[in-house]
């Protein structure tokens, strides 16, 4: 699954262009998808292509709600809402990851009855025409989805890329299926392909929970970028000190908290401009960030146990 953590190096308004094109892209890619590997599987009564049909179904259930999810989320902070509506974005995850993981069940149950009643499968060659279809407009849309991310940092976005780039695995063992199936006639390869595609499915499912959750509990962002924070601090030789650095994020917004250590004997206009030196230079790193500061006398912080 792309890294979900902020990253953005867009202005906010190009960034929210950038998510909602991504959305509509989703959309109509899962729209076309389920067009064609319904007509296929009508045509082969394929259970490994009925799972990647009911994969694009819950592809297109789950776009819809990334759509909605991203709309909410770039909207700006209100009084009922002083810290945006990001978390939109997360909720958006959790809900991708349930459909996900009620897809791959539902496609258990179908695969263990194709195991006990085996059936033939025919036009294995529309089932290959369409998954190569398939995999050339998913392998675009993950490429789109993946630059997105990169941009923004949008965990909706993300774990939207992330189910789609297990279509294109999924779709590529359906084409090994359907050839094991039609040129060696293992009819068992078609319910236990299923089956492996269903397993992977939940294992996508619960990453992709698991990056929402983290944002809804207010997780710290990575060491990297927390040392990032830091060294950008200390950039400024006002600055003694560094200490109490909370970090979290919500949809595309980071939130950074910090103490700065300055000189005790420096005026307090001195103080305000140190610390706006640093915000501004911590903002120029993520453009999406708000920024609070807090100044204290270097070696206030002696002698307690602080967080760093």
């Known amino acids: 699954m792309p890294d979900a953590t902020p990253k953005t190096v867009l202005p906010p308004e190009k960034a929210a262009r950038l998510m909602k094109l991504a959305t509509y ?20 009564d394929a259970i490994s292509l009925l799972s990647t049909l ?29 810290f945006g509506h990001g978390k939109a974005e997360a909720l958006s995850g959790l809900a991708q990851a349930a459909f996900i993981t009620g897809s791959a069940v539902f496609l258990l149950l179908q695969a263990g009855e194709r195991l006990y009643h085996p059936r033939q499968i025919e036009n294995t060659d529309v089932g290959f025409g369409v998954m190569m279809l398939a995999i050339v407009l998913t392998l675009g849309l993950v490429a789109f989805q993946r630059h997105v991310v990169r941009q923004t940092g949008s965990v909706a976005i993300s774990a939207d890329s992330a189910h789609y780039q297990m279509d294109v695995l999924v779709n590529v063992s359906v084409i090994i299926s359907l050839l094991l199936v039609s040129r060696f006639g293992l009819s068992l390869a078609d319910p236990l392909f299923a089956i492996a595609i269903a397993i992977y499915i939940i294992w996508g499912a619960w990453r ?4 929402a959750l983290h944002m809804l509990m207010d997780r710290e962002l990575d060491d990297a970028q927390r040392r990032r924070v830091m060294e950008i601090a200390r950039i400024n030789p006002g600055v003694k000190g560094v200490h109490d650095l909370r970090t979290r994020s919500s949809g595309n917004q980071v939130f950074i908290q ?51």
């Open 208 to 211: 992709i929970g698991q990056t």
């Open 25 to 44: 892209a989703s959309v109509s890619v899962a729209l076309v998808l389920i067009v064609s590997k319904f007509a296929a599987w009508l045509m082969t």
């Open 258 to 308: 910090m103490h700065l250590e300055m000189d005790g004997d420096i005026t307090l206009m001195d103080a305000h401009v140190i610390a706006d030196d640093v915000e501004i230079r911590i903002m120029k790193a993520f453009p999406n960030a708000e920024v609070i500061i807090h100044e204290d006398p270097e070696g206030i912080e002696q002698g307690r146990a602080v967080f760093h």
């Open 54 to 82: 009911i994969d694009s179904l819950l592809d297109v259930g789950a776009s819809v709600l990334n759509l909605i999810a991203v709309r909410h989320a770039l909207e700006p902070a209100d009084k009922e809402h002083r």
